[in-house]
């Protein structure tokens, strides 16, 4: 049965922030108070790159996270490898969020780039052999490590995406134990133009998009 390990929304300023920790209030507030745990905010040189961050918010649970850097900030839903069978409550939940979410920040800055993310691990105790099988004409069912990436374009909503797929097997611990299987990372990006995003125009691609995330699509992907 897959196991879903996070949903995440990262969004590219049309300017690098000098003070990105100036958005905290907002979104916290904005969000009734999700990020209830301490953050942090990490004293890093002016001259270190952009897009670490410089500020990291999260719930006390472990469950939401708000990552800003002076390139970027991502919203993230830690699933935490819950099964496949609460994706549709996980998909709602990451979908409202993700509204609050855009509703602040689109009124403090403006966006050129975003991607959305999700990261899965289906368990398999002969994954080298489920992804030869799918992909490869070779023989490496003995393989310790298979690592595949490909990229499809595609248009939608005015936006022209990347669609990468990554596929690679894996250990992953769950309830304390190791297990062997697949990790499916899915990342759906915009290219850059000169224009910047439009916030009503990313949450209907974001809803479109989201369902190519479900358990079905990921198992697909292998099986």
């Given amino acids: 049965m897959e ?4 949903l995440q929304l990262a969004l590219f300023f049309q300017n690098s922030l000098s003070r990105p920790d100036n958005l905290m209030v907002g979104i916290n ?3 009734g108070n999700l990020f209830d745990g301490m953050p942090q905010i990490v004293p890093i040189p002016p001259d270190a790159p952009a897009d670490i961050p410089r500020v990291n918010m999260r719930s006390e649970n472990g469950k939401y ?5 002076c390139s970027r900030i991502d919203f993230i839903l830690n699933a935490e490898n ?4 609460n994706w549709p409550e996980i998909m709602q939940d990451f979908l409202a969020k993700v509204k609050l979410f855009s509703n602040e920040i689109f009124k403090k800055s403006k ?3 975003f991607g959305l993310i999700g990261n899965f691990f289906i368990p398999d105790k002969s994954a080298s052999n489920s992804m030869t099988k799918k992909y490869l004409k070779v023989d490496l069912n003995t393989a310790e490590e298979i690592n595949l990436r490909f990229n499809k374009r595609s248009t939608s909503h005015g936006f022209q995406l990347n669609n990468i797929t990554s596929i690679n097997t894996a250990f992953a611990e769950t309830n304390g134990l190791i297990e062997k299987g697949i990790f499916i990372e899915l990342d759906i990006n915009n290219i850059p133009t000169q224009d910047t995003t439009n916030q009503d125009s990313l949450l209907q691609l974001v809803e479109k998009q989201i369902p190519s995330f479900s358990p079905d699509k990921i198992k697909g992907l292998v099986k």
């Fill in 82 to 85: 819950q099964n496949e069978d």
């Fill in 65 to 69: 996270n708000c990552n800003i850097a």
């Fill in 111 to 113: 966006f050129v780039r």
């Fill in 3 to 6: 196991k879903i390990i996070k």
């Fill in 29 to 31: 507030a904005s969000m």
